[in-house]
């Protein structure tokens, strides 16, 4: 069965602190994975998309990275901002086109 | 700027009530999704549509929910007759055509039945 998995569920940090959040996937054939920010009460916002061919891609202080292998990625916040609490969503495409399967996603509250 | 828009923001209807909600993607995005979110589930995709057609709507309950696209510029996702666990956000996004692209989220629609 295809499943994402990500870990923590949830996250407090101190401003100017960096973190690592985690996502686990057992879909197959893989495509891409996406990260994905969402603020309370708005929309998910696209972080980074990654094929399995790519290995780390940065976006400003977010910098995701993705081991094919043993089909885990990470995404590192560096030198957090309060703006940065929010839900952080992992999203992986089961093959070439839109079948998505989501992550439970991590909340990151991040605190002055 | 270029954004998703969705109408109504919030919506409370009672069960048994159709209830209708639009999405306007990006112009020149030939892809549309919808999604819905609840703390339960997270996020599910429960259709999208290329170049107006639909493609999969296996998220979907059919016996109540149906999508279309009347046209490039409007995407609408019904429930009828809605229940309350409908309850839920839902979000319409698009993207041009190719898998890699970045999907665009509208603000959703936030859904109450009672």
């Known amino acids: 069965k295809n499943q994402v998995e990500q870990s923590p569920q949830s996250l407090i940090i101190l401003e100017g602190k960096n973190c690592t959040l985690q996502c686990n996937y057992t879909v197959s054939p893989f495509s891409n994975l996406r990260w994905y920010k969402q603020d309370t009460g708005r929309g998910p916002v696209s972080l980074t998309i990654m094929t399995f061919s790519e290995n780390t891609k940065s976006n400003g202080r977010y910098t995701a990275t993705l081991d094919a292998d043993t089909k885990q990625s990470s995404l590192h916040i560096t030198a957090s901002q309060l703006s940065d609490s929010a839900s952080y969503i992992c999203?992986?495409?089961?093959?070439?086109?839109?079948?998505?399967?989501f992550g439970p996603g991590t909340r990151l509250s991040v605190l002055p | 700027d270029a954004r998703v828009t969705q109408t109504p923001r919030h919506k409370v209807t009672e069960m048994g009530q159709e209830v209708t909600m639009r999405c306007q993607p990006i112009?020149?995005?030939?892809?549309v999704f919808w999604y819905r979110q609840t703390m339960m589930q997270g996020l599910e995709l429960l259709a999208y549509?290329?170049?107006?057609?639909?493609?999969?709507d296996s998220g979907m309950p059919k016996d109540r929910f149906s999508a279309e696209m009347p046209d490039a510029t409007l995407a609408t996702l019904k429930i009828q007759p809605s229940e309350p666990r409908d309850s839920a956000v839902y979000f319409c996004a698009s993207d041009q055509r190719y898998s890699y692209n970045e999907q665009f989220f509208g603000p959703g629609t936030r859904l109450t039945v009672l």
């Open positions: 999203v992986v495409s089961a093959r070439r086109g839109q079948n998505f399967v």
């Open positions: 112009l020149g995005h030939n892809t």
């Open positions: 549509f290329r170049n107006r057609a639909p493609l999969d």
